[in-house]
């Protein structure tokens, strides 16, 4: 089964970042739209800044009396 694909446009491009884009694909072997896509996917799979401080503020408060080895041994023996 294939996967679902979108569509992104992207306009207003400035001409010099079409080109490094361009170039960069070339050396890859890619095509300038593969080349992106795999860019905004690792970039997709980043956290925000915002993401990523309401994960931590998620978590609750800390103790910074436990050292980190034991948080981490902590986590890592609840995770399945």
């Given at each position: 089964?294939?996967?679902?694909?979108?569509?992104?446009?992207?306009?207003?491009?400035?001409?010099?970042?079409?080109?490094?884009?361009?170039?960069?694909?070339?050396?890859?072997?890619?095509?300038?739209?593969?080349?992106?896509?795999?860019?905004?996917?690792?970039?997709?799979r980043q956290p925000t800044l915002d993401?990523?401080?309401?994960?931590?503020?998620?978590?609750?408060?800390?103790?910074?009396?436990?050292?980190?080895?034991?948080?981490?041994?902590?986590?890592?023996?609840?995770?399945?």
């Amino acid at each position: 089964m294939l996967a679902r694909m979108a569509i992104l446009q992207v306009r207003r491009l400035p001409d010099d970042t079409h080109r490094i884009l361009k170039s960069r694909a070339a050396r890859n072997g890619q095509s300038l739209s593969d080349y992106v896509a795999g860019l905004l996917s690792v970039a997709a799979r980043q956290p925000t800044l915002d993401e990523f401080f309401d994960r931590v503020h998620a978590r609750g408060d800390v103790d910074p009396g436990i050292p980190a080895a034991a948080v981490l041994e902590r986590e890592s023996a609840s995770q399945p």
